[in-house]
């Protein structure tokens, strides 16, 4: 919960000012701030644990080495402490949270962009989604076709993404645009999910009411 609301903090600044951090931080509360400095202290923790020299070790001896997830600390603190046998991602938790706001406020920007250069919504956006991209950024790439055509991962009772459910267009704020989408083959053989999930969508897209 801590690092939920370290995240979304993170992922919805107001401008491009490093200043706007400064000014938002000061602006909170001890308890609003509480949380910040909880998830500050548990990293500081996991830091103090990395053992790389002693899990090579354990290892080489033939133990077992606890799994990690791969990825930089500030888009997944579970990365750490360090020394234990990574993965890439799960495929059932992406797009993360954090790739959701991200890949949604730069098609926003993308798209109000093209509406104000020519006074219309564009029809269409072509798209590549590399495979190290998405496994770097916890599949921020699927989430910006998601935003695209309006389109949000739903998770099930265990907190896997397992679906995908379009938002009303009273909600998406605009017309739904069409994601020209093509995969490099990393993508399609480590993402299989994330293709059935972006399937599902399209189809969802291509047979909703163009009024809602």
């Not at 949604?104 to 190290?132: C, F, K, N, Q």
């Not at 009273?170 to 069409?178: K, N, V």
């Not at 990393?186 to 163009?210: T, V």
């Amino acid at each position: 919960q801590c690092a939920r609301r370290c995240a979304e903090f993170i992922a919805a600044p107001t401008s491009d000012d490093a200043s706007d951090y400064v000014q938002r931080i000061a602006g909170l509360s001890k308890t609003q701030l509480a949380p910040i400095w909880a998830y500050v202290r548990d990293l500081l923790a996991r830091l103090a644990a990395c053992d790389e020299i002693g899990g090579l070790l354990h290892g080489l001896s033939g133990g077992f080495v606890m799994p990690s997830p791969s990825n930089d600390v500030v888009r997944n603190h579970e990365v750490l402490p360090t020394g234990r046998n990574v993965y890439s991602l799960d495929p059932f938790r992406v797009p993360s949270a954090l790739a959701l706001a991200s890949g949604r406020r730069v098609m926003d920007a993308l798209v109000l962009h093209l509406y104000a250069t020519t006074d219309s919504w564009p029809e269409s956006i072509a798209i590549v989604l590399w495979g190290s991209d998405n496994l770097k950024s916890e599949c921020e790439g699927v989430a910006q076709v998601l935003a695209l055509i309006g389109a949000c991962p739903v998770a099930d009772e265990l907190g896997q993404i397992s679906d995908v459910a379009l938002l009303p267009l009273a909600e998406l704020g605009r017309p739904r645009i069409d994601a020209v989408v093509t995969v490099s083959g990393i993508f399609r053989d480590l993402l299989g999910h994330q293709m059935q999930l972006l399937d599902k969508a399209f189809r969802l897209a291509a047979l909703a009411d163009r009024a809602g």
